[in-house]
């Protein structure tokens, strides 16, 4: 019997005898345990054999299979020369401090799996599986899934779907007898991506209801799913998508699956963020602080011109932005979105002097210097397409998207070739941040599982090579975001849409996952460029804010006014950022879709910062007070008002706010609340909160 324990989070597993372990436990701490005690809550959990099934009671184990007498999604599907995966038995387990390996194999001993389990001390668990061809020929790999098992409480899932531009769209179902499974095949997670696939007691919010959920930690073709069988099992889990033939492991090989990262909370969402920040904290490299960017897409789009780029990095660093990014543009003969991806030479007819005229003015001003690239896309009218046609994934048949092809990465001089365009731009160049964009799915059958190890590859050795480069992961805005490509990348471009309405969903729901210093919310033109929509300048600055915050609009075109009130902003996200990229997200459940109020709180609860926003119009004229989660209910705080006034609709502010700021107790300030403004549609009030003694 194994208990692994951490941070509220028991995981036990019964690993006695020859089968297949069990995962008895997955969920709330179970307290201290001893060798008899955990013996006995394995036993206990053993059901009774119902009627028209097997001989023996069914648990689901780790490696669930048609021998085991489970009829649901199998944990390993594959053949070898037609004959089908033969089941496992357990061969031994180890553990270490808070990890366990656990090792089996097959009974003709042609496969060995091992699987390791390792809970992190902010009670995040990942699990992974490792095969081994054992055999004399060759094992053609179908699927290698993790699983973990989930109560009957479970009943309800909440994922999410999206589009380019509305990525992050929650959905709920019901779990009902079957499979919910969630499938990329975009060569990347896509727009749609489930991202986390939470299973809760029906009506689990983000403050309440035990919630049990998974995410897969790649970057390719994927599955995420929940099943519940009609004798009752439920779990949830996930694993890479292969296509057939695209993992062939010969005699001697392994395959290892991706990390399915689990987490469980019994607080509701905001409880698997508490876990999964402090531990991406924990694990990554970020640096501090964050610089703010500007990136020139939306300003100039193609239109690259050294004066006008020049003014505008000047407006940045009066503005106060620390980092200036050339959005796509640069490069030889891309005029427009129809050519010349893969040809990654500063093209001389726009850039004479190469792009050293433009960064030496960059860091005269006092920024740092970023550059966009595409690079894992080759244009079919390029010069390095007509050069190496086979190097096109796919040969280049079938559709283009965005006017444009992939570039086979699995190809060693395709590869050469890029790694060696990018060492030479990032020699050449003092550059401090690439924008790794990647426009278009793959749409070439069996090829994600190469194109994504291969960029994991690349994206390794150039961090090796620049290891002061940071690097942004952006597809089409958000469509890949997840912690395969975190552990080698430094920020997320998370929408391409700048519009605060849109925004204000897509950053709340990728923050579940994301720490907010990861992802990019940039303050964008009064109209969306995307959605055409007019938004007070209040509303963008109070979105942008929440986030690795930047700008994306020609600043020369604002009003001094604008720019004056733009300045104010970032010197106080610079004040508020080390709160803001430390603390823990907090976001109150709201009974008027309308209304919403989230926010940061510091770790050691001294102050936060808050957000009360309207997305419309509210449901009624007096909406409920705000009721400020995540503060110590024993210290003392003071609400104050910050940042840009908001525009109400309303006689008389609430009385605390023509005082001016409210001192109460951090148990009054969650349970009483206090009465809000009323606020017009799409606005949002800034509320800064520091303890009093
Ligand atoms: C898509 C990105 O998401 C945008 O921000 C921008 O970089 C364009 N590509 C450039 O082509």
């Known amino acids: 019997m194994l208990h692994l324990r951490a941070a509220g989070v028991s995981l036990v597993l019964d690993a006695r005898g020859a089968s297949a372990p069990t995962v008895v ?56 020369q037609g004959v089908p995966a033969p089941a496992l038995r357990l061969l031994d387990v180890q553990v270490q401090e808070q990890a366990a390996t656990v090792r089996g194999e097959s009974a003709d001993g042609s496969l060995e799996l091992t699987t390791v389990l390792e809970l992190s001390a902010e009670g995040v668990l990942r699990v992974r599986h490792r095969l081994l061809n054992r055999g004399a020929g060759d094992f053609d790999l179908a699927g ?77 073709d994927k599955t995420l799913h929940a099943e519940r069988s009609a004798l009752g099992h439920g779990c949830l889990g996930g694993g890479e998508l292969l296509a057939p033939g695209e993992v062939r492991l010969a005699p001697g090989e392994t395959y290892e699956t991706p990390w399915l990262v689990a987490v469980h909370s019994a607080t509701g969402i905001d409880g698997l963020s508490d876990r999964l920040h402090p531990w991406i904290r924990a694990r990554a490299t970020l640096r501090h602080p964050r610089p703010v960017v500007l990136n020139t897409w939306e300003a100039v789009y193609f239109d690259h011109d050294l004066a006008v780029l020049t003014d505008l990095a000047d407006a940045a660093a009066e503005a106060g932005v620390e980092r200036f990014v050339l959005d796509d543009g640069w490069f030889t003969g891309r005029r427009d979105d129809r050519r010349a991806l893969g040809d990654w030479q500063v093209d001389p007819s726009v850039w004479p002097d190469g792009l050293h005229p433009l960064i030496s003015r960059v860091h005269a001003a006092g920024m740092e210097f970023g550059l966009w690239v595409e690079p894992e896309m080759i244009s079919p009218d390029s010069q390095l397409a007509r050069e190496h046609p086979s190097w096109v994934l796919g040969g280049g048949t079938g ?75 952006c597809a089409s805005g958000g469509a890949r975001i997840d912690l395969g490509i975190l552990d080698l990348v430094d920020r997320f471009w998370t929408s391409d849409t700048n519009d605060p309405l849109d925004r204000q969903s897509i950053q709340r729901w990728t923050s579940v996952l994301i720490p907010p210093e990861y992802l990019g919310g ?165 509320l800064e909160v520091t303890e009093t003694p």
């Open 144 to 220: 290698l899934d993790v699983r973990l098992p989930i109560p009957e409480q479970a009943a309800e899932l909440l994922d999410f779907t999206g589009l380019w531009a509305h990525e992050r769209q929650p959905q709920r179902t019901p779990l009902r007898h079957g499979v919910w499974s969630r499938e990329s095949r975009h060569g990347r997670p896509g727009h749609d991506d489930a991202f986390l696939l939470m299973a809760g007691v029906p009506g689990f919010g983000f403050r309440s209801g035990q919630v049990w959920a998974v995410h897969l930690a790649f970057s390719g």
């Open 25 to 80: 436990h997955w969920g709330s701490d179970l307290g201290d345990l001893d060798a008899n005690v955990l013996a006995a809550l394995a036993d206990a959990a053993v059901p009774a054999v119902p009627p028209s099934s097997i001989d023996v009671p069914l648990r689901l184990s780790l490696w669930p299979s048609l021998a085991e007498g489970w009829t649901g999604r199998p944990a390993l599907a594959g053949h070898r």
């Open 522 to 686: 940039h303050l964008g033109d009064a109209t969306a460029h995307v959605t055409g929509r007019h938004s007070a300048l209040g509303f963008r600055l109070a979105t942008a804010l929440f986030g690795s915050a930047g700008i994306e609009w020609n600043l020369t075109t604002a009003t001094p006014a604008e720019r004056a009130e733009i300045a104010a902003w970032i010197a106080e996200y610079k004040r508020l950022r080390p709160l803001l990229h430390s603390g823990t997200v907090v976001r109150a459940d709201s009974p008027d879709p309308a209304l919403r109020l989230h926010g940061v709180v510091a770790q050691d609860r001294t102050a936060a910062l808050f957000a009360l926003v309207s997305l419309g119009s509210p449901r009624s004229a007096l909406p409920p007070p705000a009721r400020f989660p995540g503060l110590d209910p024993d210290r003392r705080y003071t609400v104050r008002p910050i940042g840009t006034p908001p525009r109400t609709v309303q006689d008389a502010p609430p009385a605390w706010l023509r005082t001016g700021e409210a001192t109460l107790p951090g148990r009054v300030l969650a349970e009483a609340g206090l009465p809000v403004p009323l606020l017009a549609p799409e606005q949002a009030l800034l």
């Open 399 to 473: 559709h283009t998207w965005r006017w444009q092809r992939v570039l086979d990465l699995g190809n060693p001089e395709a590869y050469a070739c890029l790694r060696d365009r990018l060492v030479a731009l990032l020699t050449e160049y003092p550059i401090a941040f690439l924008k790794w964009d990647h426009n278009r799915d793959l749409l070439t059958p069996g090829s994600a599982h190469r194109q994504t190890t291969a960029l994991y590859r690349l994206l390794a050795e150039l961090k090796a090579a620049f290891p002061d480069v940071e690097i942004e992961s």
